[in-house]
């Protein structure tokens, strides 16, 4: 089984409406990171979180980190053709970020 | 350019052959990854370099693989006796020191390569 795993694996929803993206961890994290990746590109970093019940925004996107530490969930408002792409989580379970394991990643779609 | 560049972009070989990937990372940063990313799934660590020693290089499979940065800047990932399994895209990123805090890797654009 995956350290990290994401769900859904793929999204498809209708531009204009809203989603989430979870990331669960079997274990308690140092850090969690979340990025996107577009077909061909390298990842692009959108937000990290390392306290428990820590929240960021970053325009339309959402990030939190539960109480534990195992957990966080990507959320984005009034999806936009832009957010097409691959999500990625990635967890430091050493500290100091130079060694993230990553999920499987989540597809995400978004219709005209 | 101002981005992490990774060379070759692609990269088919046969099975059996060496094969060389570099990576010029941002100028200034003293950190260096490299990660492995399969088909449908994330990247995988490999190695980690703080300035020209690898701090780090749990992740790289077996000994065909050996990646180097003798001056602490480019870094050369290089791999031996090439099998269909390592077909992948290869990205190499990078970071200041400093910034390790706000967990920013700046990735390149990867290079794939394909082992027939």
């Known amino acids: 089984s995956q350290e990290l795993e994401q769900s859904p694996q793929s999204l498809i929803v209708q531009e204009g409406k809203n989603l989430t993206i979870n990331c669960t961890s079997s274990?308690?994290?140092?850090?969690l990171y979340w990025y996107k990746q577009k077909y061909g590109e390298g990842l692009i970093f959108l937000m990290m979180l390392q306290k428990g019940g820590e929240e960021k925004s970053h325009e339309k996107i959402t990030a939190k980190l539960d109480e534990k530490k195992q957990q966080s969930s990507l959320h984005i408002t009034a999806s936009q053709p832009s957010h097409a792409g691959i999500y990625l989580c990635?967890?430091?379970?050493?500290?100091?970020?130079?060694?993230?394991?990553f999920g499987q990643g989540t597809r995400l779609t978004i219709n005209p | 350019g101002a981005g992490v560049s990774q060379t070759p972009s692609n990269k088919v070989t046969e099975k059996g052959k060496y094969v060389e990937l570099r990576c010029d990372p941002i100028s200034g940063h003293t950190a260096l990854y490299w990660y492995r990313q399969s088909l449908g799934q994330g990247p995988e660590f490999l190695i980690y370099f703080q300035g020209t020693g690898a701090a780090d290089d749990s992740g790289l499979p077996n000994d065909r693989f050996f990646a180097v940065r003798p001056e602490g800047s480019v870094s050369t990932l290089k791999i031996q006796r090439t099998e269909r399994g390592d077909s992948a895209v290869y990205l190499c990123a990078s970071s200041l020191k400093g910034e390790v805090l706000t967990g920013e890797l700046f990735f390149g654009e990867g290079s794939r390569l394909t082992v027939l």
């Open positions: 990635g967890a430091d379970r050493w500290g100091g970020a130079q060694k993230l394991v």
């Open positions: 274990k308690t994290l140092y850090g």
